[in-house]
T-cell receptor, first 116, second 115 residues
Framework: AQKITQTQPGMFVQEKEAVTLDCTYDTSDQSYGLFWYKQPSSGEMIFLIYQGSYDEQNATEGRYSLNFQKARKSANLVISASQLGDSAMYFCAMREGRNYGQNFVFGPGTRLSVLP | SAVISQKPSRDICQRGTSLTIQCQVDSQVTMMFWYRQQPGQSLTLIATANQGSEATYESGFVIDKFPISRPNLTFSTLTVSNMSPEDSSIYLC????????????FGEGSRLTVL
């Protein structure tokens, strides 16, 4: 079974609008972390935001916020005031427990295109 | 945060040849990770590079095909051996930070095309 599901292969948003990228996850662990990464066409992976399973408040980092709904096992990324430079692939990832990086699992990604 | 440098950034290779990718980190790290990203796909962990011991490979990846070296705490190499077109991918080196979040930092990636 897929541990990370991103149901939107591609999304379009108008510049300056907000957009939500969906992510649902599957784990039986009580302790886990959820991450979002951005991958521009150049290929590097850029860490955007993190949400811990015990964090009571939704994480925010500048224009990025994470809509964390633990009971529904969803961790949607919200990008406010989209910019042309936000056009990229976005990956949701999960680390189960507090062990090392081999426990990172990445979703299939969503390609976001920001329209002028 | 960590600064990770990868070489080469891209290469075009002939079938049957081997290529070694280098990963240099600006600080000492316990574990380094090698990921593969096939065209249009997500990231898949190849192996964990441990300093002073053999790498730990994930299911579907073997040492003969992807030998890894880890001579010290700041450097690792991944070799893609006897390449075929199916090996055309982005190969990414990463390390985990030691802070509360423990996110993965990635190198710029090495984009390989095998003809």
């Amino acid at each position: 079974a897929q541990k990370i599901t991103q149901t939107q292969p591609g999304m379009f948003v108008q510049e300056k609008e907000a957009v939500t990228l969906d992510c649902t996850y599957d784990t039986s662990d009580q302790s886990y972390g959820l991450f979002w990464y951005k991958q521009p066409s150049s290929g590097e992976m850029i860490f955007l935001i993190y949400q811990g399973s015990y964090d009571e408040q939704n994480a925010t980092e500048g224009r990025y916020s994470l809509n964390f709904q633990k009971a529904r096992k969803s961790a949607n990324l919200v990008i406010s005031a989209s910019q042309l430079g936000d056009s990229a692939m976005y990956f949701c990832a999960m680390r189960e427990g507090r062990n090392y990086g081999q426990n990172f699992v990445f979703g299939p990604g969503t390609r976001l295109s920001v329209l002028p | 945060s960590a600064v990770i440098s990868q070489k080469p950034s891209r290469d075009i290779c002939q079938r049957g040849t081997s290529l070694t990718i280098q990963c240099q980190v600006d600080s000492q790290v316990t574990m380094m990770f090698w990921y593969r990203q096939q065209p249009g796909q997500s990231l898949t962990l190849i192996a964990t590079a441990n300093q002073g011991s053999e790498a730990t490979y994930e299911s579907g990846f073997v040492i003969d095909k992807f030998p890894i070296s880890r001579p010290n705490l700041t450097f690792s190499t991944l070799t893609v051996s006897n390449m075929s077109p199916e090996d055309s991918s982005i190969y990414l080196c990463s390390v985990e930070t030691t802070g509360r979040v423990g996110e993965l930092f990635f190198g710029e990636g090495s984009r390989l095309t095998v003809l």
